[in-house]
């Protein structure tokens, strides 16, 4: 009975903790209030991209503070664009922040946090690129580089999808 009350006042502090945005609908106002009450992990959260018609879903693998932070930014607007024939790539804000956040060895359709730049990766060709404390993995996606280049070059919604 304990469970189900805290459960209850858990969802209840959630709800009541969001605030509207500038368009007037509900959003988190913090990355852990994205995550699973129950779990209390943001892991599994999807982040859909979206332009027009054209949509790509994330699922968020890592919990860490890096994907936290990044999460407390939604929803927010960016433009992707090419960068050398391996991933597409959006400027954020503001950087990000990764204190505590480990380093990655990418792999093809990973959406990672590049530190040095400040910027997120959709990489879609990671031959030759290895593990680095500078390439933070935030979560997966599945699509191709075609469908990938449909969100090139126009601004891209990014919002924790319902």
């Not at 959003?27 to 892991?43: D, N, Y």
Request: hydrophobic fraction near 35%.
């Amino acid at each position: 009975m304990k469970r189900r009350t805290a459960a209850i006042l858990l969802l209840a502090f959630a709800l009541v903790s969001c605030s509207p945005s500038p368009t007037g609908e509900a959003t988190p106002t913090s990355a852990s209030e994205t995550s699973s009450p129950a779990a209390g992990s943001v892991v599994g959260t999807v982040v859909r991209f979206s332009a027009g018609s054209v949509s790509l879903d994330v699922t968020i693998g890592e919990d860490n503070p890096a994907t936290r932070d990044f999460l407390s930014m939604l929803p927010l607007t960016v433009t992707m664009e090419e960068f050398a024939r391996r991933e597409k790539i959006a400027d954020l804000p503001r950087p990000l922040q990764f204190e505590g956040s480990p380093g990655s060895d990418p792999q093809d359709g990973d959406l990672i946090y590049f530190v040095p730049w400040g910027n997120l990766g959709f990489y879609y060709n990671t031959s030759g690129i290895g593990f680095s404390d500078q390439t933070i993995h935030l979560g997966r996606y599945n699509a191709t580089p075609d469908e990938l280049a449909r969100l090139e070059d126009q601004e891209v919604r990014v919002e924790v999808s319902p």
